[in-house]
């Protein structure tokens, strides 16, 4: 983008939308927030799709818009044409296998046909299959997702652990209590203290990651 001209506004913020992996499924943050709040992981990861695809169509319009109100942040540059059976194969070859696999594991649960961790593991076999097909698959490759898996599993599990931990001592010592109470006793309506709390997160967690370690 930077090679095309693009200015930093424009090629960072589209960069920065793929944060909605954090809604759209298969998400791993979804799984752990139902891990710590006790709800239903099929269903939280349900309800991410119409919100993260409602975040994604507001993201594709504010760029739209904004690189043609101000054409200088994304100047246009030539496209090679490319035929559309060269178009067809490559989809067929490259975006309906890797739909499928997404489709193994959110459409599984969509339809309740298998558990989250059913979809999963058909999700995981899928992805091996697929590999095998393209001839991917080898010893560094399984050797590679093994320990990939279990990085991802032991900080998942560090992070419930944590959370777990700091709510027991929460729960143990008042603090949640107090701070219920406290805040049910303001003379306020709750759409206040939400947004309260919403402005605390805007503006101090870019405020924290500039604190200097």
């Known amino acids: ?99 499928g696999v997404i489709f193994i594991v959110v459409g599984l649960i969509f339809f309740g046909i298998a558990t989250p961790t059913e979809s999963a593991a058909m999700g995981a076999l899928a992805t091996y299959l697929l590999a095998g097909v393209f001839k991917k698959f080898n010893l560094g490759l399984l050797k590679k997702s093994v320990s990939g898996t279990l990085s991802i599993s032991v900080m998942m599990f560090m992070i419930l652990t944590g959370s777990l931990a700091f709510s027991q001592i929460l729960a143990f010592s008042g603090a949640t209590a107090g701070l219920v109470e406290y805040a049910s006793s303001l003379k306020v309506h709750p759409i206040i203290l939400i947004l309260v709390m919403q402005l605390v997160v805007f503006y101090w967690g870019p405020l924290w990651s500039l604190w200097p370690s």
């Open 1 to 99: 983008m930077e090679n095309r001209g693009y200015k930093y506004p424009i090629s960072i913020g589209s960069c920065m939308s793929g944060g909605l992996a954090m809604i759209i499924p298969p998400s791993a943050l979804a799984v752990i927030l139902g891990a710590v709040a006790k709800v239903s992981v099929g269903k939280i990861l349900i309800g991410g799709v119409i919100p993260g695809l409602l975040l994604g169509a507001l993201y594709a319009l504010y760029i739209i818009l904004r690189s043609w109100l101000q054409p200088s942040i994304a100047p246009g540059y030539e496209v090679t044409a490319v035929p559309i059976s060269e178009k067809l194969r490559l989809t067929f070859k490259y975006v309906i296998p890797l739909g």
